[in-house]
């Protein structure tokens, strides 16, 4: 019987480098699975419903949260975003590693809620890598730019509540800060999958071996 799969929670400050992070580890290593997120904003250029984020309406995400259907689900940034429970149990039963990418608010209640949840924090180098790396998106308007740098501060406190953290280097510095920051959360991966609760039923079978 496989090993029920792990939990992995990525998140940080907008323009971390998150999404880029989580895609160049789901292309290297397909062992692990990404969970699709639902969201009530709009999709941005080249982004699919059902494969970047499930879109729905205020309304239709109001009722699945009265309905108790989010495994964990926050307001961020004028929109919500949250993660149904039906998704995540089905891929950990059937064994999955399964990787998280959600915000800061997000990661905090999936932790709460369960203890076996490990949380890893991107970090940017510095505040003005991040703000640099808003600018280069061509995505966000010079009001949001200034919404999530003053919200990122409140956001790097939280990280000493987390298990592990990413710094995701200056590419222009460290060009290959990529590869670095997906090995990293793939390092930490696997050295939870190498832990003793997933080693019990080997070691019992082999310690009931040797007493033969």
Request: proline share 4%; net charge negative; hydrophobic share 40%.
């Amino acid at each position: 019987m496989a090993n029920r799969g792990r939990l992995f929670v990525i998140s940080g400050p907008a323009g971390a480098g998150k999404t880029e992070i989580v895609k160049k580890l789901i292309a290297s290593h397909p062992d692990v699975r990404l969970s699709v997120s639902c969201t009530t904003r709009a999709p941005r250029p080249g982004e699919v419903d059902g494969v970047n984020y499930h879109f729905v309406s205020e309304a239709r995400f109001k009722q699945l949260v009265d309905e108790g259907a989010f495994y964990e689900w926050a307001h961020v940034h004028q929109n919500h975003y949250g993660t149904l429970k039906s998704t995540v149990q089905k891929e950990l039963a059937e064994g999955h590693d399964l990787i998280l990418e959600i915000d800061v608010q997000g990661c905090l209640q999936a932790m709460a809620q369960d203890p076996t949840v490990t949380g890893i924090f991107v970090s940017p180098p510095s505040r003005e890598n991040l703000e640099a790396r808003l600018r280069n998106r061509g995505t966000e308007t010079e009001e949001s730019i200034r919404v999530r740098l003053n919200n990122v501060a409140s956001e790097v406190a939280t990280a000493y509540k987390y298990h592990y953290v990413i710094i995701h280097q200056d590419w222009s510095v460290v060009p290959n800060a990529l590869e670095i920051a997906a090995d990293e959360v793939y390092a930490i991966i696997v050295a939870r999958r190498l832990e003793i609760d997933n080693r019990r039923d080997f070691l019992d079978h082999l310690s009931q071996s040797l007493k033969a």
